[in-house]
């Protein structure tokens, strides 16, 4: 005996969560740190840092 069935199910609802500030953190460096760091590695932290404070940072809100 042949049973065909068709059966449908609506589209897979697929949910992104985004962890990386979960684990992505400010690069800091002591004043010795950025006298050996070359120009492009401290280029490179600054623009790290500063994609962190966009996307990371707790916007703190302005008392009313």
């Known amino acids: 005996m042949l ?3 068709c059966a449908k199910t609506g589209p ?3 949910e992104v969560v985004d962890t990386a500030c979960d684990w ?3 690069i800091y460096g002591t004043d010795h740190d950025w006298d050996v760091l070359d120009r492009q590695t401290k280029k490179d ?3 790290h840092n500063r994609a962190w404070k966009k996307n990371c940072q ?3 809100s ?3």
């Open 3 to 5: 049973i065909a069935s």
């Open 12 to 14: 897979v609802k697929v």
């Open 24 to 26: 992505v953190k400010p």
């Open 45 to 47: 932290i600054l623009a």
């Open 58 to 60: 707790v916007k703190k």
């Open 62 to 64: 302005l008392p009313k």
